[in-house]
């Protein structure tokens, strides 16, 4: 199932401008981590933020995460033509209380263009 | 270089037939995972594995085989019962619950 939903669905912007995705999600997580895929490519991954912190940077990007509203937002600042890009977030929980491994759980993205 | 691999990167099949997506990494990674990526959605998990021959079922797991014989290869079985088989398919691995890094893809249509 699809637990994390980004929105907007579709954002295009000038090269310079900031650009905000948000993504909400459904159940308890461990934390949330947002991807980017260039088309028909595979995914890179961006930033990870536990779900003990609220704010995160790197580099440009800045997420926030705030557990109570079950929501999180990336922002992109001063974006280029090279930040063009399908963008995801997904959470992460454990298989089980055993397992060594996390799942993620992907939204259904969000289609970023800059324009130069 | 150390990586995660997909092969091929692009595959076409038949109806009713069966065919395998390889995927191998050298970043002795104990967890290796396969998802689905249909147009315009997010990835949905169909296998993953934590350790050698141990796999689990994902979310959209009915029409797929996987095996895991060796810790460096996960390979994926698109079998005859899949009924909507054409996708772009993600092979990812990681070191237990550690971030997850992604292969480039395979695309596979059905004829």
């Known amino acids: 199932s699809q637990q994390g939903e980004e929105d907007p669905q579709a954002l295009s912007i000038q090269e310079g401008e900031n650009a905000t995705m948000n993504c909400s999600y459904k159940?308890?997580?461990?934390?949330l981590q947002w991807y980017r895929q260039n088309s028909g490519r595979g995914l890179v991954h961006l930033i990870l933020i536990r779900s003990n912190e609220r704010e995160k940077h790197s580099g440009r990007l800045r997420v926030t995460l705030d557990t109570s509203k079950k929501s999180s937002s990336l922002l992109i600042t001063a974006s280029r033509a090279a930040d063009t890009a399908s963008y995801f977030c997904a959470t992460a929980t454990f298989f089980t209380p055993s397992s060594s491994a996390r799942q993620l759980t992907f939204g259904s993205g969000t289609q970023l263009t800059v324009l130069p | 270089d150390g990586g995660i691999t997909q092969s091929p990167k692009y595959l076409f099949r038949k109806e009713g037939q069966n065919v395998t997506l390889s995927c191998e990494q050298n970043l002795n990674h104990d967890a290796m995972y396969w998802y689905r990526q249909d147009p315009g959605q997010g990835l949905r998990l169909i296998y993953y594995?934590?350790?050698?021959?141990?796999?689990q079922k994902g979310d959209i797991a009915e029409g797929y085989s996987v095996s895991r014989e060796k810790k460096e290869s996960f390979p994926l079985t698109v079998t005859s019962a899949q009924k909507n088989p054409t996708a772009f398919y993600l092979c990812a691995s990681s070191i237990g619950s550690g971030d997850q890094f992604f292969g480039p893809g395979t695309r596979l249509t059905v004829l």
């Open positions: 594995s934590q350790i050698v021959n141990d796999f």
């Open positions: 159940t308890s997580i461990n934390n």
